[in-house]
């Protein structure tokens, strides 16, 4: 069988083995120098992505399938330069990724994961009583990047009578939220900073100490887009200083790599870059990443390209 589709990067086993089985996908490393001519998809994902020096190891490169909603570990203005189409798996994951983001802020606002390792130190047990937490109904929110995930953590924050404001580069005009001009702004106006922005240059470190001590002392941040939106120390050192109050965080700048400062504390919520990470939502990413691999291979075109 030609080689036409290769793995980039380490994903998961079901799609590794699906491509295997159905086009006998080897990974870049088992990609024997003779059939690197055969090979028009690169199969890549949120974690790992396609740049420059992998297409160079491809010249007959003509899509990169990204498994996740997220690309920028991708370099697309490079693929589009060569004449290389991207896709990604957007809409499948927006609930499960906004779930995770309620999650993350009550556990944060409400210390839940703090008092279960209260529980579990024993310190109830020998009389102790956890300091008080904080309210999430009625909560102000602002949320950095209202996409389909800001969108669907609004919706879901709305059941909790919260106050939703928002900062994209430009106002949209289906919605009823309050606009802030900047995330400093939006920061200054709520209680809760929520990033659900794409990751990438146009975001990198938007969330840096001015919008940090805009969102103050009784100021919470979640993040569940991409550790690259905020700058990380910043956050720690917030933290500490408290001039922030908590932080629940699902991504990181360097994962799987969590810095000590943030590992230490009580005040954080870690979690493991889970947001889409349930069997559902990873079964339907799976298969629309298959759908697109399927799809460019019979027409030429992708099911869910991305912009070039
Ligand atoms: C995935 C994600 O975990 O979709 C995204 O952008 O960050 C997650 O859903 C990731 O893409 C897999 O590496």
Same mark, same amino acid.
């Given at each position: 069988m030609t080689t036409r589709v290769v793995v980039v990067g380490t994903l998961r086993p079901a799609l590794v083995q699906a491509l295997r089985d159905c086009y006998a996908a080897p990974t870049l490393e088992e990609l024997s120098p003779e059939d690197t001519?055969?090979?028009e998809i690169a199969v890549t994902s949120g974690t790992w992505g396609v740049r420059a020096e992998h297409m160079n190891r491809l010249p007959k490169l003509r899509a990169i399938v990204n498994?996740? /909603?997220?690309?920028?570990?991708?370099?697309v203005a490079e693929a589009t330069r060569r004449g290389i189409v991207v896709s990604n798996t957007p809409d499948v994951l927006t609930d499960c990724v906004a779930d995770a983001a309620v999650g993350l802020i009550i556990d944060v606002m409400r210390g839940l994961s703090a008092s279960d390792r209260f529980v579990r130190r024993g310190e109830w047990a020998r009389g102790a009583v956890p300091p008080p937490a904080r309210r999430v109904t009625g909560v102000r929110a602002g949320i950095l990047g209202l996409g389909r995930i800001g969108l669907a953590i609004a919706h879901r924050l709305t059941a909790f009578d919260a106050t939703i404001s928002y900062h994209n580069r430009r106002p949209r005009t289906d919605v009823d939220y309050a606009y802030a001009a900047s995330p400093r702004e939006l920061a200054a106006n709520c209680d809760l900073l929520v990033i659900a922005a794409a990751g990438g240059d146009d975001s990198?470190?938007? /969330?840096?100490t001015t919008v940090l001590d805009a969102l103050g002392p009784r100021g919470f941040l979640v993040n569940?887009?991409?550790?690259?939106?905020?700058d990380e120390p910043a956050v720690a050192a917030a933290l500490e200083e408290k001039r922030l109050a908590g932080a629940g965080l699902?991504?990181?700048?360097?994962?799987?790599h969590v810095p000590a400062a943030l590992r230490e504390r009580d005040d954080v919520v870690l979690l493991p870059?889970?947001?889409?990470?349930t069997v559902e939502t990873r079964t339907a990413m799976t298969d629309l990443t298959l759908a697109n691999v399927a799809r460019f291979l019979d027409?030429?075109?992708?099911v869910t390209p991305v912009p070039g």
């Open positions: 001519d055969d090979v498994f996740g /909603v997220g690309y920028d570990a991708t370099d990198r470190g938007l /969330v840096d569940v887009a991409r550790g690259s939106v905020v699902d991504v990181f700048a360097d994962e799987p870059h889970l947001g889409s990470a027409e030429g075109t992708l």
